[in-house]
């Protein structure tokens, strides 16, 4: 089997200038809609601030964004400034180098540019910061709230108040090898259960791997499937709860998956990681929708040898939904009025018409958050190549809007390292999964203050 015993720039785009096959909008969010602008391209549209006085927009503002969101969001100023005469400057990052960047920026109140990316998972960290812009009257007086998928919100929102327009979520499904499935007698169709998926990956020989457990990342394995079981690491009271049933079965199911030896256990995203995809030498991907995009980037020649399924229950008859990541915009406090007006335009452009959700999804993958998107039968129901004609989309579509809301917190990063580093000791030592899942539980109550449910 090829198991790796591991268990231990950014690009500046400006797109200055309307290209001709680039999609326009007319009568969309955007406050600047030519229709309506008595001298359309001018340059003066205005819109009212929080104090109801009018402001106009600004002509150039800066995005910040890393890898291919970054280049979707090229496709959207790209089509922004066909329509209107701003310039949309997308700036793009590694991941790594833009939260760094963004955070320092945001912290010395001085530098942030007027649009960013913000991960789900850093919301509430970010928000606290108080260096976010409060969207909520903007958002109300918009009317989009209901349009996007309702467990997306929670992260971005605190006290009432919401901080960021969800992008891009992560419903969750195991893309497989259709060609490795069928070459080794595999059968997607009867996975239900983990026992299931661990019957079927035995069938393999010993040089497959039915999937990978990215050591490096254990506790986003263990995250999906914590919210796939409708739970949340803190109680309503603020108690830590990451040590409750679900969580203890969770941790054995990642462990007899281990140990049963149909699992590699690479870095995620390393090189040997892609390799074992791209050369056949593991079957099985547990991952998200967003997860599309990139295997059709990095593995194009696998293309029409892939096709998904719901994830595993933990038991007979239970859920298989899930969500993974995800990703929303938002705008720092500390930018100009009109450069605020201008970026708001931009975001509801890019976020809140299905049109721009469509476009950044067709393209590079990214999973729409705006739900009213799913009602596209022809993007849904199409049946792909990349998939040999499976309609995957509307798998996703279904978890999407069956998925549970999971609560981000500052604390989040205390849950991760002590989730991450206790489920290490659990496969590298042969620990006890329930000892396991209780030290890393009283590790976030002593790191946080807190008590244990």
Known sequence: MPRKNTMYGRRRVLIGGASAGTLALAGCIGTGDPEEDDDEGTGDDTDDDSNGEDVEMADQIDVWGWDVAARSLELTADAYMEEYDATVDVEEFGQDAMKEDLRSRLTAGSGAPDVAMLEMIDGPAEIDTGAVADLTDRIDDAGIEDDFVSGAWASLQEDGATYAIPWDIGPTAVYYRRDIYEDHGLDADAIETWDDFQEEGEKLPDDIA?????????????????????????????????????????????????????????????????NGYGEGEIASLPSAAWMEGTLRAELPDTAGNWGVYRIPAHEAGGPRASNWGGSSLMIPEQIEDGERERAWDYLTWSLA??????????????????????????????????????????LFADVAEEMPEYQFSIDTPYVSDAINNHLFRMLRDDEDPEEMVMEAAEEVAERTGRDLA
């Open 210 to 274: 039915m999937f990978n457990i990215p050591v490096n990342d254990l506790d986003g394995v263990w995250r999906f499937q914590f919210r796939q079981l409708g739970n949340r690491p803190f109680t309503e009271d603020g108690e830590v709860n990451i040590h409750n049933d679900d969580s203890v079965m969770i941790a054995e199911t990642i462990k007899q998956l281990y140990d049963s030896g149909i699992a590699s256990d690479y870095d995620g995203w390393s090189t040997e990681w892609f």
């Open 353 to 394: 018409t299905e049109e721009m959700q469509l476009l950044m999804y067709d393209e590079y993958g990214l999973f729409p958050a705006l739900e009213t998107t799913y009602d596209n039968d022809e993007v849904f129901d199409e049946e792909l190549d990349f998939y040999d004609g499976q309609p995957a989309r509307r």
